[in-house]
């Protein structure tokens, strides 16, 4: 693609708190390689992992028709957020208010309760991730990346909702497989940094269970953290918000309760485009807000 | 794991399969169900759940409705996707799955000492609900709190490492929650959804 792409940006509740580094940087790396952001008028929260439990399944579908309703005011057919639950609820909601009459019928009921326009389903939803791959392309992205990572040594970890199980895109076709996708090493290629083979590139960290019960899941992150070690990576990067602070923030847990003392840095691929892009370390990659800071990365940045 | 052997004792709720059929989501798929456990061995947190989502759907097609509800496959589900996409007949597993669980919250099925992810659930919700989003502070010490106040200490102090550590990244505000603006507008519509819902 070489005209610019406009989308209506839905950050996710994430991307005020946890996630701020994901938001900060991608608002910094879309732009330059062509892809013009406005946010969603008023967002809410998708429901993620537990809305259905929580409120039920249909007040979670309306909580993500209100986004799209609101997206759709703004006249721009595609919906982008960088958040691999964010971009399941309001994918799979998009596919329900579009195909399943019944429950459109249901969802339009509920917005006008509010005063809310009704929505028909006709919008575009996309991951930010298929945005750059399908309409970006690694070629821009690495056109862009004037300062090459060149030495670092990446283990990309796609995680599970990123490409599950909506990898088959709202354009038709898909962007990547569920099991073996590569387009998380192709950006960290374009980027000039090398991805190393790191076998549980789908594997789950836990998600919202390894929040509530950290317990239950820590042996799945020790997996993540030991083929990292194995593979030699400097760097774990990972698209999803979730996945990124669970595989950070129970690495203390995890040497605590197995004895061992992984120290391994958790980043975004468009932390690593921003440093590539030779933007602002702080400003545009927010390295300052990783936990366990990637010293090596750092260091590569433009100062 | 023991295998749930039907005794004599045991209540059916005969009607429970067609009715999960009518009623969750992607329900009208399980009958294509051919016990293969692709969706089981391909499950992460398996070792966490007491049947699993192969038995789990022979339960329900057996009518075990308060095995089914009561069970923790429901609660330790980390929606991953990988029974989704791995079955071999297009079954969502993962959609009825929360489906079930959805309806075990809302029948009463949820214990306390089981079930910390209804306790999670319903303290997200009253966030997302309440403010428009989630914040990831409040959540986490409603969940915390709601399983007693000295519980709701300990476990608030146990994480206080990682709470300063997100405060110093910049990643956890103190201050107000961020909301949306149009709160009454969301309670509005989340509370005819919930109505639409009850009606059935």
């Known amino acids: ?204 960290c836990g998600g919202s269970v390894a929040v509530m019960k950290p317990e239950k899941t820590l042996h799945l992150m020790k997996l993540l953290l030991e083929e990292a070690e194995k593979s030699g990576a400097d760097v774990i990067s990972t698209p999803c918000p979730l996945c990124q602070t669970n595989l950070e923030m129970y690495q203390d847990a995890i040497n605590q309760k197995y004895g061992t003392s992984f120290s391994i840095p958790v980043v975004f691929p468009s932390q690593l485009m921003a440093v590539a892009f030779g933007m602002d370390p702080q400003k545009d990659a927010a390295l300052q807000r990783n936990t366990i800071r990637a010293e090596k990365l750092e260091k590569m940045a433009k100062k | 794991m023991t295998a749930a052997i039907p005794e004599s004792s045991r209540t059916y709720d ?88 959805a309806v075990a919250a809302k029948e009463g099925y949820a214990d306390k000492e089981k079930v910390a992810n209804y306790y999670f659930s319903r303290a997200f919700w009253w966030s997302a609900r309440t403010f428009g989003k989630t914040d990831e502070r409040l959540v986490t010490m409603k969940y915390f709190f709601s399983f007693g106040l000295a519980e709701g200490i300990k476990r608030s102090l146990a994480n206080l490492k990682i709470a300063l550590g997100m405060i110093k990244a910049g990643r956890m505000h103190v201050g107000m929650p961020h909301t949306i603006r149009n709160k009454s507008q969301l309670k509005a519509i989340v509370a005819k959804a919930a109505e639409l819902e009850q009606k059935g």
Not at chain 1, 6 to 26: M, N, Q
Not at chain 1, 76 to 94: D, F, K, W
Not at chain 2, 55 to 60: A, G, L, R, S
Not at chain 2, 78 to 94: D, F, K, L, Q
Request: with cysteine; aromatic share 6%.
């Open chain 1, 1 to 204: 693609m070489s005209e610019k792409m406009k989308v209506t940006y839905y950050p996710g509740c994430s991307s005020e708190a946890t996630g701020r580094h994901l938001d900060e940087s991608i608002r910094a790396v879309m732009p330059e390689v062509g892809v013009e952001m406005s946010d969603i008028e008023d967002w809410n929260c998708c429901g993620a992992s537990v809305g259905h439990i929580g409120g039920g399944p249909l007040p979670t579908l309306a909580l993500n028709g209100r986004n799209l309703s609101n997206a759709r005011k703004q006249g721009n057919e595609h919906v982008m957020t960088p958040c691999a639950a964010c971009y399941l609820n309001t994918h799979g909601s998009n596919l329900t208010i579009r195909d399943d009459e019944a429950k459109r019928e249901k969802v339009n009921e509920a917005l006008k309760a509010g005063g809310a326009e009704p929505y028909d389903g006709d919008l575009k939803v996309h991951h930010a991730m298929e945005v750059l791959v399908n309409h970006v392309g690694m070629d821009k992205i690495a056109e862009r990346a004037t300062n090459k990572l060149e030495g670092l040594k990446v283990a990309g970890w796609v995680g599970c909702q990123t490409v599950r199980p909506f990898a088959e895109t709202d354009d038709g076709g898909n962007y990547d497989t569920y099991e073996d996708p590569d387009f998380l090493d192709n950006i960290t290629r374009a980027c000039g940094a090398e991805a190393v083979d790191y076998e549980p590139k789908t594997n789950c």
């Open chain 2, 14 to 101: 005969l009607s429970f399969a067609r009715w999960v059929r009518e009623n969750v989501k992607g329900g009208d798929k399980m009958n294509l169900c051919m016990q293969c456990g692709v969706c089981a061995g391909s499950c992460p947190i398996g070792g966490e759940m007491d049947n699993g989502p192969r038995k789990t759907f022979m339960m329900v097609r057996a009518g075990m409705k308060d095995e089914v509800l009561s069970s923790t496959t429901l609660w330790n589900c980390t929606s991953c996707y990988r029974c989704y996409v791995r079955c071999p007949r297009g079954i969502p597993v993962t959609s009825i799955i929360q489906g079930l669980a």
